[in-house]
T-cell receptor, first 113, second 114 residues
């Protein structure tokens, strides 16, 4: 059974700092991995999707890497801003035909002005 | 282009009642999945609908049921509500044959069971 963990559970940093969020999964047989952002009480916003054959994806100040063999992904946020404050969730999917994402519990990020 | 929409935004029910939540997928999408997110936790997969049939199901009891309509919109029904059903219910849509199969989520319905 796939299990996804995220470290740290919460993080508080001053504005402008670069930071790394970690995601680990127990079963390396994944199809893809997706990083999401969630503002309090709101739905999920997709940030980056990495296919199992890819090593990383970039979008603006965000860079996500994937090491499938070790069961790890990292989300790197450059030059953090107060608007980046949110919960960041990673989710892994087993195959192409299902929507059966397994989510981690999330990392709650606070960027202080 | 409208994204995924869900209704209602908030709902308050009492134990034992039944509830129906609704979801309209993003334009061009044909697959809808439902998730339950308890406070402070990641979303848990409930089930997925494609071509008006339930294709996959997570570890949820039969009290949770769904439906998909010909226009790809979907409903989630929960019978005999329990206090533990209080959660944010999220709907996600995608295109079944899209090789990337990226999921797009709606804003959620906050269900409170008293």
């Amino acid at each position: 059974k796939q299990e996804v963990t995220q470290i740290p559970a919460a993080l508080s940093v001053p504005e402008g700092e670069n930071l790394v969020l970690n995601c680990s999964f127990t079963d390396s047989a994944i199809y893809n991995l997706q990083w999401f952002r969630q503002d309090p009480g709101k739905g999920l916003t997709s940030l980056l999707l990495i296919q199992s054959s890819q090593r990383e994806q970039t979008s603006g100040r965000l860079n996500a890497s994937l090491d499938k063999s070790s069961g790890r992904s990292t989300l790197y946020i450059a030059a953090s801003q107060p608007g980046d404050s949110a919960t960041y969730l990673c989710a892994v999917r087993r195959d192409n035909y299902g929507q059966n994402f397994v989510f981690g519990p999330g990392t709650r990020l606070s960027v202080l002005p | 282009d409208a994204g995924v929409t869900q209704s209602p935004t908030h709902l308050i029910k009492t134990r034992g009642q039944q509830v129906t939540l609704r979801c309209s997928p993003k334009s061009g999408h044909d697959t809808v999945s439902w998730y339950q997110q308890a406070l402070g936790q990641g979303p848990q997969f409930i089930f997925q609908y494609y071509e008006e049939e339930e294709r996959q199901r997570g570890n949820f009891p039969d009290r949770f049921s769904g439906h998909q309509f010909p226009n790809y919109s979907s409903e989630l029904n929960v019978n005999a509500l329990l206090l533990g059903d209080s959660a944010l219910y999220l709907c996600a849509s995608s295109h079944f044959l899209d090789s990337y199969n990226e999921q797009f989520f709606g804003p959620g319905t906050r269900l409170t069971v008293l």
